[in-house]
């Protein structure tokens, strides 16, 4: 009899932490999806370790590669020629680990290396002529009280993105010693806030918008789209877009707190994220995990109301894109074989 008690204890511990909280999931519109086949590759024998970004600086092209054993950063000109390498592996100044983040603003690369909890500014210029190796390295050490992950430019300070409800956000200038306007809401998906905390956290894409005043992010589970108000006071939230339900995840064995993983039926959502003045343009699985190898990507456009207003197919599985100033898509193209990655470009009347 004991032993029955205690398995419905653990069901019903099970169930409230599944169940929804009052959140009206919608499917993505039909927004007349374009199918994109006349694409470029313009690198495919560089040899990535395992890139995760891809940026445009002016003329260029830069990868963060968080395999890469030697650089974590490789320069490309628009058309695929390899130029050089810059953020050496290491402990030393301006050297990195690894890379948990990497943003462009002004012209840089600012890069976070979340083991080494600090972060660095790369000065493009400077590096691809030889002067210095790096620009500015920041110390996070001591300056929160939970994991931060992501670290994005924003106006000459730093938004840092935590994994807790004591900072999911926090506006750091490297003057002060502990970060400001700090936000601790998360999407209520289920009862249990740890699961929460996991859900809109896991591989999540984040960027800020070009006028300094949105700070957007995706979900990589279910596929929710937020968008916060940034100012010298305060980030709030101004839109939330519950697309796809989350369904069925996984829990990572032994993590403290509760992570997700997804399993075979997780619906996967947004895998990166660019804004654009007028646009937020997300790159989106929208299909269970089972079905990925077998299915097809979209780059959807959103208003910043959160509407999605169009949206292209490409025949190419994507790590990460941008977007230049004349509606060319760049992205890392996963090869046929999945055994190498391509840098390719897409000609789109965006």
């Known amino acids: 009899m004991k032993q029955i008690q205690v398995l419905l204890a653990v069901l019903a511990c099970f169930w409230s932490c599944r169940q929804a909280v009052g959140i009206q999931y919608e499917n993505m519109p039909d927004v007349g999806t374009v199918f994109v086949s006349d694409d ?5 024998t560089f040899m ?14 830069v990868v963060s590669d968080f395999q890469s054993h030697e650089y974590a950063f490789h ?11 810059f953020g050496r592996r290491g402990r030393g100044p301006g050297e990195l680990v690894s890379v948990s983040s990497a943003k ?24 691809m002529s030889g002067e210095r190796t790096y620009g500015q390295e920041y110390s996070l050490v001591g300056k929160t009280d939970n994991t931060v992950f992501q670290t994005i430019p924003a106006a000459g300070d730093f938004i840092l993105a935590g994994n807790n409800d004591k900072m999911r956000f926090g506006v750091w200038n490297p003057d002060r010693s502990i970060p400001e306007c700090t936000y601790t809401g998360y ?8 699961v929460n905390w996991s859900i809109a956290n896991y591989a999540v894409s984040m960027e800020y918008s070009p006028d300094n005043a949105k700070l957007v992010t995706g979900t990589y589970i279910g596929c929710t789209l937020e968008m916060f108000d940034v100012d010298e006071t305060e980030i709030r939230r101004d839109t939330v877009r ?12 032994g993590a403290v707190p509760k992570w997700v993983v997804p399993d075979g039926k997780t619906v996967i959502g947004f895998q990166d994220i660019v804004l654009t003045p007028d646009m937020v343009y997300g790159l989106i699985w929208g299909i269970e995990s089972d079905d990925m190898e077998k299915g097809h990507q979209k780059i959807i456009g ?10 292209y197919t490409l025949d190419d599985i994507l790590v990460s ?9 760049y992205g890392i193209a996963v090869t046929s074989d999945f055994s190498d990655y391509c840098i390719k470009v897409y000609p789109i009347d965006m």
């Open 40 to 44: 470029r590759i313009l690198n495919d």
């Open 48 to 61: 990535f370790g395992g890139p995760m970004d891809i940026f445009l600086v002016d003329s260029l092209i």
């Open 75 to 85: 320069v490309f000109d628009k058309s695929g020629t390899h130029l050089c390498d």
């Open 104 to 127: 462009v603003s002004d012209g840089r690369i600012v890069a976070y290396d979340a083991g080494l909890k600090k972060i660095i500014v790369y000065d493009l210029m400077d590096v």
């Open 187 to 194: 999407p209520p998906f289920v009862s249990d806030d740890e």
């Open 242 to 253: 519950y697309f796809y339900d989350f369904k069925e995840v996984g829990y990572a064995k």
């Open 302 to 311: 959103f208003d910043y109301a959160g509407q999605p207003v169009c949206a």
């Open 321 to 329: 894109f941008d977007i230049d100033d004349t509606g060319h898509i």
